[in-house]
């Protein structure tokens, strides 16, 4: 979904596409705003922290994923267990036992049920104090494994930093209720589909994370919806925007002479100015300013509309 926005509530746009990368919460606010208009940044942390309609939790290919509240049961039933053993093996290549892995989530929870809703970096201090290993990458793991097995999720965002909260007293029981993972799904293929048409099974598998066998079937029983086809506005996407991770073969997106420049590889996807839905350079914030750093010399149509997409975003971050 990337087309010429509108009055779209933050909800509306996180529910049509049904997760948005959030590793880099700043991102994932900016991949809301080019999808509707008027937002801004702190509209987007308050519906995360006084609405509690939205939150962040491990889901999908293993990152953090925004999603709607209603959406985090069944994503989490879905993704989560094919994750654990790789989180489990990851902590022992961290130093960290399974017994020690057990008592961190412990912690984890007995720290979130005393205190309420706390940041990364407080949530490690508890856990080394109790002599927890916290070496290396093992805070990070720790509370991914804290997440997968459903004892936090991150909720509030406090002085620029989202906290963690117990996924009980956050989001309620809703996490416990039994999923149907057939019903699961039927559910994820078509939602994908709502955001993501034209796509296939082979996209949906590689978006979700999930082996192609369990999502081919029911890919095949929804009835995608075709829109009339329009190329959408320039837009100014954040690092790890939905319309360069939702599905598997991003060149339709990315001219292959430009593709090391937006996605150099180790994991990073840069921040991408698009026209007509093709990637035309890339971009940066500086100082509450924007950058763009274009491929080739534009049209003076499309810089135009880019420098008023630099000067929305610069907006939408102030507000």
């Known amino acids: 979904m990337l087309d010429a926005g509108g009055t779209r509530s933050v909800r509306e746009v996180v529910g049509r596409l049904l997760a948005v990368q959030a590793q880099d919460l700043r991102s994932a606010r900016l991949a809301v705003r080019a999808r509707a208009s008027g937002l801004t940044a702190t509209a987007v942390d308050r519906v995360l922290t006084e609405e509690r309609s939205l939150v962040v939790g491990w889901l999908q290919r293993g990152t953090l994923h925004m999603v709607r509240r209603e959406d985090y049961a069944w994503l989490h039933a879905l993704t989560a267990p094919r994750q654990m053993a790789g989180s489990r093996r990851r902590l022992g290549e961290e130093g960290v036992s399974p017994a020690e892995a057990e008592r961190a989530v412990e912690l984890v929870e007995t720290s979130l049920a005393a205190e309420g809703p706390l940041a990364r970096a407080a949530l490690a201090e508890r856990l080394a104090a109790a002599g927890i290993p916290m070496e290396g990458q093992a805070t990070p793991h720790l509370l991914r494994l804290a997440a997968l097995e459903g004892v936090a999720v991150l909720g509030p965002v406090r002085d620029g930093v989202q906290a963690y909260a117990l996924v009980r007293e956050w989001l309620g029981e809703e996490l416990t209720t039994t999923v149907d993972r057939d019903a699961a799904l039927a559910t994820l293929a078509a939602r994908y589909l709502a955001g993501h048409v034209p796509a296939t099974a082979e996209d949906l598998a590689a978006w979700a994370g999930l082996p192609l ?107």
């Open 213 to 319: 066998g369990q999502v081919r079937a029911p890919f095949g029983e929804v009835e995608p919806d075709l829109p009339a086809a329009a190329d959408p506005p320039p837009r100014l996407l954040p690092a790890f925007d939905p319309y360069l991770l939702g599905w598997k073969d991003r060149s339709f997106a990315v001219p292959p002479e430009h593709a090391r420049r937006v996605h150099p590889g180790g994991g990073v996807l840069r921040a991408t100015a698009t026209v007509n839905g093709v990637a035309v350079g890339t971009w940066r914030l500086r100082g509450g300013r924007v950058e763009i750093d274009a491929f080739v010399p534009l049209p003076p149509e499309h810089a135009s509309a880019l420098e008023a997409e630099a000067a929305d975003v610069e907006r939408f971050e102030a507000g």
